[in-house]
């Protein structure tokens, strides 16, 4: 009796390839050749499942996705209870931020290869006919979000704006992100940065306290 194939699974090895040699030699510069290969299946096996390289490059792309989400779970629960009802709302943005940063290998190929897909994305024109993300404010969202629940618990400092904050520090992560990939600033200081900006949104900071 022939053994029976997990489609979903296979298909997540070969896009975990593509992320590994991405990672190594650069998105631009993989074809579904070298994919295969470093899978260690046949070029036809991948062709099967995703037919193009772009169709390739997207379900790349939503895996890494994924993989950032268990990233910030991974730190909400290190931050409180793991269900975020026991994380405030400052330990949340945070953990959130913080996972964007690349701090290690696997953050490190994250923040490159979805750079490189925002890229690819406004440049071929394959990928330019699809979404780059399935929903693009979802982080901004999310993020907003955080912050109004801050506003009503008078976490924020006065005025402070729960959509133009989150706007401010979701383009001022990705920026500190793409210093410390080209070496341009260590972690320590990028998370100093980091929480610099916190301090002047939350209120409690000796930081923007005497800045007042």
Request: aromatic share 6%; net charge negative.
């Amino acid at each position: 009796m022939p053994r029976r194939v997990d489609h979903t699974q296979r298909r997540t090895e070969i896009a975990e390839a593509l992320v590994r040699v991405a990672g190594r030699q650069g998105l631009h510069a993989v074809g579904m050749r070298d994919v295969a290969a470093e899978a260690g299946v046949s070029l036809r096996l991948v062709q099967y499942y995703f037919e193009t390289k772009e169709k390739l490059l997207l379900f790349g792309l939503e895996l890494l996705a994924e993989r950032f989400g268990e990233r910030v779970a991974d730190r909400l629960r290190a931050a409180g209870d793991g269900t975020g009802t026991g994380t405030g709302p400052r330990a949340t943005v945070e953990a959130l931020l913080m996972a964007a940063l690349p701090t290690d290998e696997e953050s490190r190929t994250f923040h490159q290869l979805y750079t490189s897909y925002a890229v690819l994305s406004m440049t071929d024109p394959s990928l330019a006919a699809q979404p780059f993300i399935r929903r693009p404010d979802a982080a901004e969202d999310a993020l907003t979000g955080l912050l109004r629940r801050a506003r009503d618990e008078d976490l924020l400092w006065p005025g402070a704006d729960p959509r133009m904050e989150a706007i401010g520090l979701l383009a001022m992560s990705a920026g500190l992100g793409t210093s410390v990939l080209v070496g341009q600033r260590g972690q320590e200081a990028a998370t100093e940065v980091l929480e610099h900006h916190l301090n002047r949104v939350f209120q409690g900071s000796a930081d923007r306290a005497g800045s007042r």
